[in-house]
C-alpha cells in the first residue's frame, strides 16, 4: 500500500473531524496554486472566496459566507487552526453526533461572516477575512459549554479545566483586538458565542444544526437514483449443502478479521495497524 491509497484509507475511515482537516488542508494547497504570489510572499484571495465587508461584493457572492471558512492565509494559520480543530473536535464529538458537528461548523462560519461584515459596516471599516477559526471556536466552545469541568491534558502544563482553555483563547482574542485583524478577532468571538448558543438552545430543546442536515439530505435524496422496485420470483436451487456451507465459513473468517482491524482502529487508532492489516483493509473494502 502506496502513501496515497494510506491517506485514503484515513479518509475514509477518519470519520467527520479527518474529514474537515482534509478539505481544509485541500483547499490550502488549492490556493498555493492559483491565489499564492510568489513574487511578494503573499496570498491575494479572489473576492469570490474571500469574505469582503463590502456590501456590493457579499450580496452578490453569498456562498463568501462559507467558503472563507476553508482558506487560510499562510501555513502557520493553517498549522495551528489545524490542531486547534483536531482537539476541539475529539472534545465535541464525545457528546455530540458527526451532523452535529458538521451542522455547528457550516452555521457558525456564516454567523460569524455576518456579524464579521455588520461590525465592518457599523465602524465604518473595509477588509476581508479567510480562516476557519470562527468555526473552530464555535466547537470548542460548545464542548465547553456542555461540560466546562471537564479534564484535558495540555502538553508541558499537564491537567487543567476545558473551561480553563477555552478562556485564555477567549482573552488573548480580546486583548488583541485593537492590535491588528480585527476582522478576524470579530468572527472568533462571533464564532464563540454561536457555540454557546448552540448548546443553551439544544438543552431547551431546539437543535440549530438540524437545518444543515435537512438540507444535505434534501440534495441528496435530490440526485440519489430512484431504486427499481423488485419482483419476488421463486426458484428452486439444487445445490450441494457443503458447498453452500464452506461459502458461509469463508464469509465469516473474512468479515472476523475486518472486525478486529476496526475494533483495533477505535481504541488504538488507525496509526497502530501492521502493514498487513492495512493491505488487507484496503483490499476488503474495494
Not at 27 to 36: A, K, M, Q, T
Not at 74 to 98: D, K, P, R
Not at 236 to 260: A, M, R
Request: hydrophobic share 50%.
Amino acid at each position: 500500500m502506496n502513501i496515497l491509497d494510506d491517506l485514503k484509507m484515513q479518509y475514509r475511515l477518519g470519520g467527520i473531524a479527518m474529514k474537515m482537516i482534509y478539505w481544509n488542508i485541500g483547499c490550502f494547497l488549492v490556493s498555493l496554486l492559483f491565489f499564492y504570489q510568489y513574487s511578494i510572499g503573499e496570498f491575494d484571495f479572489p473576492n469570490w472566496i474571500a469574505l469582503s465587508s463590502e456590501s456590493l461584493v457579499f450580496v452578490i457572492k453569498p456562498w463568501t459566507f462559507l467558503s472563507y471558512a476553508f482558506f487560510h492565509d499562510g501555513f502557520l494559520h493553517l498549522f495551528f487552526n489545524m490542531i486547534v480543530l483536531n482537539f476541539a473536535s475529539y472534545l465535541f464529538l464525545t457528546f455530540f453526533s458527526a451532523k452535529q458537528y458538521l451542522g455547528v461548523y457550516i452555521l457558525s462560519a456564516i454567523f460569524a461572516g455576518l456579524i464579521f461584515t455588520l461590525g465592518f459596516n457599523l465602524l465604518h471599516l473595509s477588509g476581508s477575512i479567510v480562516g476557519a477559526s470562527a468555526a473552530i471556536m464555535a466547537i470548542l466552545m460548545a464542548a465547553t459549554t456542555y461540560n466546562p469541568l471537564m479534564d484535558v491534558r495540555l502538553l508541558l502544563v499537564g491537567n487543567v479545566k476545558l473551561w480553563h482553555v477555552t478562556a485564555v483563547i477567549i482573552i488573548l482574542d480580546l486583548m488583541q483586538f485593537r492590535l491588528g485583524n480585527s476582522g478576524g478577532h470579530i468572527s472568533h468571538l462571533a464564532g464563540a458565542f454561536f457555540g454557546f448558543m448552540y448548546v443553551k438552545l439544544l438543552q431547551n430543546g431546539t437543535d440549530l444544526s438540524k437545518i444543515v442536515s435537512s438540507i444535505l439530505d434534501f440534495f441528496t435524496n435530490l440526485f440519489k437514483k430512484p431504486s427499481t422496485p423488485f419482483k419476488k420470483v421463486h426458484k428452486n436451487y439444487k445445490k450441494p449443502i457443503e458447498k453452500s456451507t464452506s461459502k458461509i465459513v469463508v464469509k465469516d473468517k473474512k468479515q472476523q478479521q475486518i472486525d478486529e482491524i476496526l475494533d483495533k482502529i477505535s481504541q488504538s487508532g488507525y496509526d497502530s495497524l501492521n502493514q498487513e492489516e492495512k493491505e488487507f483493509l484496503f483490499q476488503a473494502g474495494k
